[in-house]
């Protein structure tokens, strides 16, 4: 039988997962969301036609995963409003909010819970999200599989041995559907400036980097090898690969990405454990 999962907050990242789960067969009737409005809930049943509900402890009570998928400054109270419900009933529960610590959320749920905390991300929606796990002692190996079965429906999972590497995982592939977002806004406007209508240029921008994505996953060749294929000696390619490195394109994506992973740590001082 599938695992019936409640997912606590019924957002953009939770209805991500959902879409995915249901894409690769999870029968809708088996997946709850809560919200405490009705106006997030109704399109979701009307999507997917998942059980939904406003009562938060009422919605885990038969669940044997919980994903709590709201935004981190609410987590607190989510967390305090389910703990008896929690640790009466003992399911897997999977944080999937940025910086909050195991620590953090196992003091607002009572401690000593399965908890596995989890950074996807929202391509998970159509079955290519990326997500990095971690598991606190008290998850089982059972459970574990649990987890990446959950995740390996809409994407790939990536365990990681140490919490604080969920961070990085954060600024790599948590954040990052957004740094190709910015890149498709700004090929579009170049190539509107270069002369193409708006509609061809994004268009071309986007399933060009769906064909380099899918290029880099399927071949054996690194992406510098794939980049040199693509670049003539003396020809096009090469003039617009050495404007990106003079003008510091590596040293931009690094900075904004420590940028991220340290918004992530600050989050968790902010918003963790008082
Ligand atoms: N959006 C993204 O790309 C990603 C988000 N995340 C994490 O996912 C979490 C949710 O983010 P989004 O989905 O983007 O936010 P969102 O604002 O789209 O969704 C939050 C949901 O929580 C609900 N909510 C608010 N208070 C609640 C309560 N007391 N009980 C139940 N539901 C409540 C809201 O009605 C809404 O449905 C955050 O912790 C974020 O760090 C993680 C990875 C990627
Ligand atoms: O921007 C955020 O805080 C969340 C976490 C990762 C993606 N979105």
Same mark, same amino acid.
Request: hydrophobic content about 45%; overall charge negative; some cysteine.
């Given at each position: 039988? @599938?695992?019936?999962?409640?997912?606590?907050?019924?957002?953009?990242? @939770?209805? #991500?997962?959902?879409?995915?789960?249901?894409?690769?067969?999870? +029968?809708?009737?088996?997946?709850?969301?809560?919200? +405490?409005?009705?106006?997030?809930?109704?399109?979701?049943?009307?999507?997917?036609?998942?059980?939904?509900?406003?009562?938060?402890?009422?919605?885990?009570?038969?669940?044997?995963?919980?994903?709590?998928?709201?935004?981190?400054?609410?987590?607190?109270?989510?967390?305090?409003?389910?703990?008896?419900?929690? %640790?009466?009933?003992? +399911?897997?529960?999977?944080?999937? @909010?940025?910086?909050?610590?195991?620590?953090?959320? %196992?003091?607002?749920?009572?401690?000593?819970?399965?908890? &596995?905390?989890?950074?996807?991300?929202?391509p998970?929606?159509v079955?290519a999200?990326?997500?990095?796990?971690?598991?606190? +002692?008290? &998850?089982?190996?059972? %459970?574990?599989?649990?987890?990446?079965?959950?995740?390996?429906?809409?994407?790939?999972?990536?365990?990681?041995?140490?919490?604080?590497?969920?961070?990085?995982?954060?600024?790599?592939?948590?954040?990052?559907p957004?740094?190709f977002f910015l890149m498709f806004e700004a090929m579009e406007e170049a190539g509107v400036?270069l002369?193409l209508p708006a509609e061809t240029a994004r268009r071309l921008a986007i399933q060009t980097a769906l064909g380099a994505a899918r290029m880099a996953q399927q071949s054996?060749?690194?992406?510098?090898?794939l980049?040199?294929?693509v670049?003539?000696?003396?020809?096009?390619t090469?003039?617009a690969?050495?404007?990106?490195?003079?003008?510091?394109?590596?040293?931009?994506?690094?900075?904004?990405?420590? #940028?991220? #992973? #340290?918004?992530?740590?600050?989050?968790?001082?902010?918003?963790?454990?008082?």
């Open positions: 039988m @599938a695992s019936r999962v409640t997912f606590i907050g019924a957002g953009n990242m @939770a209805s #991500a997962i959902i879409g995915g789960m249901i894409d690769n067969g999870h +029968p809708a009737t088996a997946i709850t969301a809560t919200s +405490p409005s009705d106006a997030f809930l109704a399109p979701l049943h009307e999507r997917f036609g998942i059980r939904t509900n406003t009562d938060n402890a009422a919605a885990v009570r038969d669940a044997d995963v919980v994903v709590l998928a709201v935004k981190p400054q609410v987590m607190r109270d989510v967390c305090e409003g389910l703990r008896d419900t929690l %640790q009466r009933q003992r +399911p897997l529960v999977i944080s999937v @909010a940025a910086g909050l610590t195991a620590e953090s959320l %196992q003091a607002w749920l009572g401690g000593g819970l399965p908890l &596995v905390r989890c950074m996807p991300n929202t998970s929606l079955g999200g990326a997500a990095g796990l971690y598991a606190t +002692p008290e &998850v089982s190996a059972e %459970q574990r599989t649990l987890a990446s079965e959950l995740l390996e429906a809409v994407g790939i999972v990536e365990w990681v041995e140490e919490e604080n590497l969920l961070d990085a995982v954060t600024a790599v592939s948590g954040s990052a957004a740094y400036k002369g054996d060749l690194t992406p510098d090898r980049k040199r294929n670049m003539s000696p003396g020809g096009t090469e003039r690969i050495e404007h990106l490195e003079q003008a510091g394109l590596r040293g931009i994506l690094a900075d904004a990405m420590e #940028a991220c #992973a #340290a918004r992530a740590r600050e989050m968790a001082e902010e918003l963790g454990q008082r």
